[in-house]
C-alpha cells in the first residue's frame, strides 16, 4: 500500500469523538442491517394474500398487434387475470417533468394496440404465484403488422428536433475559429448505456379502501406518489410510497416506470396486493438508460496555448413520444476561459424506450468529448496536457459571468499529479514501456453542479430518551441515514450512533429527488435546522416544567450534555429520559426544515413534487471539481487495456463524512472504467432488439478490473454552495474518467478512439 493510501487509511480510521458528528468517518449506520439482511427492500415486502403479477413485452420494433389471444394462458393454473389492449384497465397519460409533472415517460401501457420499440411493455398476466404467472405469460400468443422502425438516431427518415433552450452562444465563435493558429474538428460518441443496480425494478401495490400504498424502490417519494396518483386517477393524498432501502439506482430510479402503473390498476381492479418484478432483461427496454450521444467538437487555439473557440454540434436519441435531452454541452463551456463558445444540441426520435438519467447525466458524455479534445490540442500544440489545462484556467464561471463560489481545481491538479508522478512522463505516444505492455498515462478534469432544493424534517425525543429523525429523502446506498444522524449528534451533543432514522416515506416531512447530487445538501440543511429547534426546545422545558431540577435556570446557562440537559457551574441534570417523562408528549417533536415560513403546505407539496424548482446559487457559480490520473497498460500484440492505476483528486467541499464520500467518489470512477472499456448497449439493426440484455452479456466492471484507487481530498467549507458546505460528491466521480483512460489510450498506443468503450478491435 502506497504512504498516500497509508495517510487516508489512518484519516478514515483515527479515533472518533463519542458525538461522531459531521465530519467524522464513521461507518454506515444502515451496514449491519444490510449485511444481515434485515434490511426488508420494496419487493420483499409481504402483505396478505398477495397476487404476481408478470409483464408481457413487445418483440418488434415499430407497428401494431394484428392477433393476440389469451385463451391458453387463461385456462393455466393459478391465473386470475390477464391485462392487455383486449381486457384493458383505464391508465391515464400522466404529466411530463418538462411540463411540471413528475413522469420521465408519458407511455401508458395497454391503451391500444400500437407498439413503438422492442421491448413495449403490452400486458400485465396475473396470478396466485410468481411460477404459475411466468409460465402463463408465455403462453399468451401474439402477432404483428411491421412497419419500418428508426433503429439508429442516423438512420435515414430521423427527424432531429433542436433543443434551442439549452444552446450556448458567446461571443463570435465562428470568427475567433476562423482567426485560430491551430484548429481541430473531430467526432466523440458514446453508446447506449444502461444503470445495471443490482435490486431489480420491483414493486408492491396495494388497493385498500380507496388508497393505494406502493412499495416501490424510489430515488423521488414526491414524485412517485405523483405520478402513480395521476395514472389511476385519484389525489395525491390517497398514495403512500414507502421506499425505506434502494439497492442500487444511478439515475433509474428517480419515478415508477410503467409496470408499476400495471400494478397499481390491477391492484384496484382485484382488490388484492400485487407484487411485479421486472426480470433483468426487461429492464433494458422496460426504462430507458443512457441514450447514445454524438458530438462534433472544434477547437481553436493560438500558439502559445490560448483556446479561442470552441464550437460545438451534438445530438442524443429519444423516444418518439418524449423528448429527454443528454445535452453534451454541460460542461462545454464552463471548464476553461474561453470567451467564444457555439454549441447546440438536438434530440433525435428513434424506435426506442423513452431515455432515463444515468450518472451525471449531460456533464459525462460532454466531459468526455471535451477532454478527449483538449487532449488532442495539447498534442497538437506540443504542450503538456496539464499545462495546457493551466493556461486556459477559468477565474471565473465564462458562461453564466459569475465568480466560483469555491474552485479548488488547482489544487486537485497538483495533488493529483504529485500523487501519480505525472512529471514523469514522457509525452510522446509508445515511449514508455515495459516488456510488451505500453504504457500510457493520461488525464482530464471533471465538474458536476450544485442543485439546490428546500426541504424538512421532523425529530422525536422518544419516551425512552432517545432521538429519531424523520425525512421523506431516500437513502439510494449513498448513506443519507448516516449523515442525517451526524448532523442532529453535532447540535444535539449526543452519539450520532445513538439516533434513530427514518427514511423513504411519503408520509414523513417533504424531501426532493435524491438525484444530482443535492440530497444530501439539502437534508442535513433540513435536519440541522430541525435539530436547532429541539435543542432550544428542550433548553426551554429544562428551564420551564414544574419538576425539572433545573427549573428557573435561565436557558442561557443549560447545555445538552452527556444525553440530559446539563447546568453550567452546577451537578443539577435532567436526563433526555427524565425530561421525556415530565414533558407533554406534544413537546416533544419538533419540526423544521428550510422552506420559507411563509410558504403555503401547497406550495411546499409542489416543489418537492417537481424538478422544475431545483435552484442554484444566485451570485455565484457553484460547483464540484475533480482531476483524474490514469495509468492502462495495452498489451502490443493482442490490443487488451487493463487499467494499471487511477488517482483522483476532488473538491466536493465540505465533506460530511470523508469514508462514504470516498465510497462515492470511487463507485463513480469504477463506473467510468466501465464506461471507457465495456459497456455498451448492442441493438440488432433488423428489430431493435436489445441483444446484450443481460449480466454476462453487458459487460460491467468487476474486481479483477480496477486497480488501487488513490483519492485526495483537496475541498473546503463552501458556504455560498449550500447552508453546511458540502458540494456534490456521487456524481462527481465518474465525470471525466472515460476521457483520462482514452487519453491513457492514445499516449501508450498512438491511436485515439473517439468512440466507446474503447475495446482492442478499436486498437488492431
Not at 385463451?71 to 411530463?96: C, F
Not at 485560430?180 to 408492491?204: F, G, I, K, Q
Not at 426541504?455 to 449513498?478: H, M, N, P, S
Not at 472504467?673 to 465495456?678: F, T, Y
Amino acid at each position: 500500500m502506497s504512504d498516500l493510501n497509508e495517510t487516508s487509511r489512518q484519516a478514515l480510521t483515527e479515533p472518533a469523538s463519542a458525538v461522531q458528528g459531521l465530519g467524522a468517518a464513521r461507518s454506515r449506520g444502515d451496514g449491519k442491517v444490510k449485511v444481515t439482511g434485515e434490511a426488508r427492500y420494496a419487493v420483499e415486502h409481504q402483505p396478505d394474500n398477495p397476487l404476481y403479477g408478470v409483464v408481457i413485452q413487445s418483440t418488434v420494433a415499430s407497428g401494431r398487434i394484428s392477433r393476440l389471444s389469451t385463451d391458453r394462458a387463461q385456462q393455466a393454473a393459478g391465473v386470475v387475470a390477464i391485462y392487455t389492449h383486449l381486457n384493458p384497465l383505464k391508465i391515464i397519460k400522466p404529466t411530463a417533468i418538462a411540463d411540471g409533472g413528475a413522469a420521465q415517460s408519458t407511455y401508458t401501457p395497454i391503451q391500444d394496440d400500437k407498439i413503438i420499440h422492442n421491448g413495449q411493455n403490452i400486458g400485465l398476466v396475473v396470478a396466485e404465484t410468481f411460477e404459475q404467472a411466468t409460465w402463463a405469460a408465455s403462453l399468451v400468443e401474439i402477432e404483428y403488422e411491421t412497419d419500418a422502425a428508426l433503429i439508429f438516431a442516423t438512420d435515414e427518415g430521423v427527424e432531429p428536433k433542436p433543443v434551442s433552450k439549452q444552446d450556448i452562444d458567446m461571443g463570435d465563435a465562428q470568427q475567433a475559429m476562423q482567426q485560430a493558429d491551430v484548429r481541430l474538428s473531430e467526432r466523440y460518441t458514446t453508446p447506449r448505456e444502461y444503470n445495471m443496480p443490482m435490486e431489480p425494478h420491483a414493486c408492491v401495490a396495494q388497493w385498500q379502501d380507496g388508497r393505494m400504498t406502493v412499495w416501490e424502490p424510489s430515488q423521488w417519494v414526491a414524485g412517485a406518489q405523483v405520478e402513480i396518483a395521476e395514472w389511476m386517477g385519484i389525489d395525491v393524498e390517497s398514495v403512500r410510497i414507502i421506499s425505506p432501502y434502494v439497492g442500487g439506482g444511478f439515475g433509474s430510479k428517480p419515478v415508477p416506470y410503467t409496470h408499476v402503473a400495471l400494478a397499481s390498476v390491477a391492484s384496484r381492479a382485484l382488490n388484492r396486493p400485487i407484487k411485479v418484478s421486472l426480470t433483468r432483461p426487461q429492464t433494458f427496454t422496460g426504462l430507458g438508460g443512457r441514450p447514445a450521444t454524438s458530438q462534433q467538437l472544434e477547437l481553436g487555439a493560438s500558439r502559445d496555448g490560448k483556446i479561442q473557440a470552441i464550437i460545438q454540434r451534438s445530438f442524443s436519441e429519444t423516444s418518439l413520444i418524449d423528448v429527454f435531452a443528454e445535452n453534451c454541452s454541460k460542461v462545454t463551456a464552463r471548464m476553461y476561459a474561453v470567451e467564444n463558445v457555439s454549441a447546440q444540441h438536438e434530440v433525435r426520435p428513434i424506435n426506442t424506450v423513452t431515455p432515463g438519467w444515468m450518472r451525471a447525466p449531460g456533464e459525462n458524455p460532454s466531459a468526455f468529448g471535451l477532454e478527449v479534445a483538449m487532449d488532442e490540442m495539447a498534442y497538437a500544440l506540443d504542450i503538456d496536457p496539464l499545462e495546457l489545462r493551466l493556461r486556459n484556467w477559468a477565474d471565473k464561471d465564462y458562461q453564466l459571468d459569475l465568480p466560483w463560489s469555491s474552485r479548488r481545481l488547482k489544487e486537485a491538479y497538483q495533488k493529483g499529479a504529485e500523487a501519480f508522478g505525472w512529471d514523469q512522463r514522457i509525452m510522446a505516444p509508445r515511449s514508455m514501456r515495459e516488456g510488451r505492455e505500453l504504457i500510457g498515462w493520461g488525464m482530464a478534469s471533471g465538474t458536476y453542479p450544485v442543485n439546490k432544493l428546500p426541504a424538512e424534517a421532523k425529530i422525536i425525543l422518544t419516551a425512552g430518551g432517545r432521538f429519531i429523525v424523520q425525512c421523506a429523502g431516500a437513502d439510494i446506498g449513498t448513506g443519507t441515514y448516516t449523515i442525517l444522524a451526524q448532523t442532529a449528534a453535532d447540535i444535539l451533543n449526543v452519539a450520532s450512533t445513538a439516533i434513530a432514522v427514518e427514511l423513504g416515506d411519503t408520509t414523513l416531512p417533504r424531501a426532493g429527488v435524491a438525484g444530482g447530487s443535492q440530497l444530501a445538501g439539502n437534508v442535513t440543511a433540513a435536519v440541522d435546522d430541525t435539530a436547532r429547534r429541539m435543542r432550544d426546545q428542550l433548553l426551554k422545558l429544562a428551564s420551564e416544567l414544574p419538576h425539572s431540577p433545573l427549573k428557573g435556570t435561565p436557558v442561557s446557562a443549560l447545555t445538552l450534555e452527556r444525553d440530559g440537559v446539563q447546568g453550567q457551574g452546577s451537578d443539577a441534570r435532567l436526563t433526555f429520559a427524565q425530561l421525556a417523562a415530565l414533558a407533554p408528549a406534544e413537546s416533544l417533536t419538533v419540526k423544521g426544515g428550510t422552506f420559507p415560513e411563509e410558504m403555503s403546505q401547497e406550495e411546499r407539496d409542489k416543489m418537492v413534487r417537481n424538478l422544475n424548482d431545483m435552484s442554484r446559487p444566485e451570485k455565484f457559480s457553484a460547483h464540484s471539481w475533480s482531476a483524474h490520473f490514469v495509468e492502462v497498460r495495452v498489451d502490443e500484440d493482442f490490443g487488451t487495456i487493463r487499467v494499471k492505476r487511477m488517482v483522483a483528486a476532488l473538491d466536493s467541499g465540505r465533506l460530511y463524512n470523508p469514508k462514504l464520500a470516498r465510497s462515492q467518489w470511487i463507485g463513480g470512477m469504477i463506473m467510468g472504467v466501465g464506461q471507457a472499456l465495456m459497456e455498451e448497449g448492442i441493438v440488432d439493426p433488423r428489430n431493435g432488439r436489445v441483444i446484450n440484455n443481460n449480466l454476462a452479456d453487458y459487460l460491467v466492471p468487476v474486481n479483477g478490473d480496477i486497480p488501487e484507487i488513490i483519492t485526495i481530498n483537496v475541498g473546503e467549507p463552501d458556504f455560498e454552495a449550500t447552508t453546511l458546505g458540502g458540494k456534490p460528491v456521487g456524481e462527481l466521480g465518474i465525470v471525466g474518467v472515460a476521457a483520462a483512460i482514452s487519453n491513457a489510450v492514445f499516449h501508450a498506443t498512438g491511436k485515439r478512439v473517439r468512440d466507446l468503450p474503447i475495446t482492442l478491435d478499436k486498437l488492431i
